[in-house]
């Protein structure tokens, strides 16, 4: 039985819990959970907890995280991202004449403490049904906006119709969704087409490993971080 963290970089294409399933078979235990759901298209830093460290879930899925993400005008899905079929187009391509000032206004509207309503597709739960749950069923439920925390936010790149930033924000907060209301303020139908996670708190994504190196390594239990190194970085 190991007991600590594990560091993935998780590639596109699989769920969070394809992972976790991935690891318990890896190395032969049942006791192993993650710490904040990537959808299956978005990359990035996944951490892992094992046996004993399952305890500490809570404290990583507090931490804040950053992201890079590019939101892509021209065209809204259901599900927020390329997964989902087009819901909304734009009328013209006149979002291809947006200026960066025009852009930056926008963009800088998110930072600071804002109000922002979770998406239907998303691990938020309804009277015990994850809202995904429902929205694959065809159900959509009112939600109540909530309280999250955008502590920068800055753009890396203008390529329209996509706009590369990276976000560092608090738990709780819908990157899909941030492209969502960003496009509104645009005045354009938007979506996340790529995202990665960069960062969990004092984590950071050039320190996982690839799943295949966790396959392929014949010690890749080194790769377990044990609890007393990480308790220092998570506890408040």
Same mark, same amino acid.
Request: hydrophobic share 40%; net charge positive; proline share 3%.
């Given at each position: 039985?190991?007991?600590?963290?594990?560091?993935?970089?998780k590639?596109a294409?699989?769920?969070?819990?394809d992972?976790?399933?991935?690891?318990?078979?890896?190395?032969?235990?049942?006791?192993?959970?993650?710490?904040?759901?990537?959808?299956?298209?978005?990359?990035g830093?996944?951490?892992?907890?094992?046996?004993?460290?399952?305890?500490?879930?809570?404290?990583?899925?507090?931490?804040?995280?950053? @992201?890079?993400?590019?939101?892509?005008?021209?065209?809204?899905?259901?599900?927020?991202?390329?997964?989902?079929?087009?819901?909304?187009?734009?009328?013209?391509?006149?979002?291809?004449?947006?200026?960066?000032?025009?852009?930056?206004?926008?963009?800088?509207?998110?930072?600071?403490?804002?109000?922002?309503?979770?998406?239907?597709?998303?691990?938020?739960?309804?009277?015990?049904?994850?809202?995904?749950?429902?929205?694959?069923?065809?159900?959509?439920?009112?939600r109540?906006?909530?309280?999250?925390?955008? @502590?920068?936010?800055?753009?890396?790149?203008?390529?329209l119709?996509?706009?590369?930033?990276?976000?560092?924000?608090?738990?709780?907060?819908?990157?899909?969704?941030?492209?969502?209301?960003?496009?509104?303020?645009?005045? @354009?139908?938007?979506?996340?087409?790529?995202?990665?996670?960069?960062?969990?708190?004092?984590?950071?994504?050039?320190?996982?490993?690839?799943?295949?190196?966790?396959?392929?390594?014949?010690?890749?239990?080194?790769?377990?971080?044990?609890?007393?190194?990480?308790?220092?970085?998570?506890?408040?």
């Amino acid at each position: 039985m190991f007991n600590g963290f594990l560091l993935v970089n998780k590639p596109a294409g699989i769920t969070s819990h394809d992972v976790v399933n991935f690891i318990r078979d890896r190395f032969h235990m049942r006791r192993v959970g993650h710490g904040g759901t990537l959808d299956p298209l978005a990359t990035g830093l996944l951490i892992l907890m094992l046996g004993r460290a399952t305890k500490l879930s809570q404290n990583i899925t507090g931490l804040d995280k950053e @992201y890079l993400a590019k939101m892509s005008l021209g065209f809204a899905t259901a599900t927020g991202d390329l997964a989902g079929e087009v819901v909304d187009k734009a009328e013209d391509e006149s979002y291809m004449n947006l200026k960066e000032d025009q852009i930056k206004k926008a963009v800088d509207s998110f930072i600071g403490e804002i109000d922002q309503v979770p998406p239907m597709y998303s691990a938020v739960k309804f009277k015990g049904k994850r809202l995904y749950e429902l929205a694959r069923r065809g159900i959509e439920i009112p939600r109540e906006s909530r309280k999250v925390k955008v @502590y920068s936010m800055s753009i890396e790149k203008i390529e329209l119709p996509e706009v590369s930033l990276k976000v560092n924000c608090s738990r709780g907060f819908y990157i899909r969704q941030l492209c969502i209301d960003l496009g509104k303020k645009l005045g @354009y139908p938007a979506h996340l087409s790529m995202m990665v996670r960069t960062s969990i708190g004092k984590f950071s994504l050039t320190e996982a490993k690839t799943l295949d190196q966790i396959l392929n390594e014949c010690d890749s239990e080194k790769h377990i971080i044990p609890i007393e190194n990480v308790r220092s970085l998570i506890l408040k």
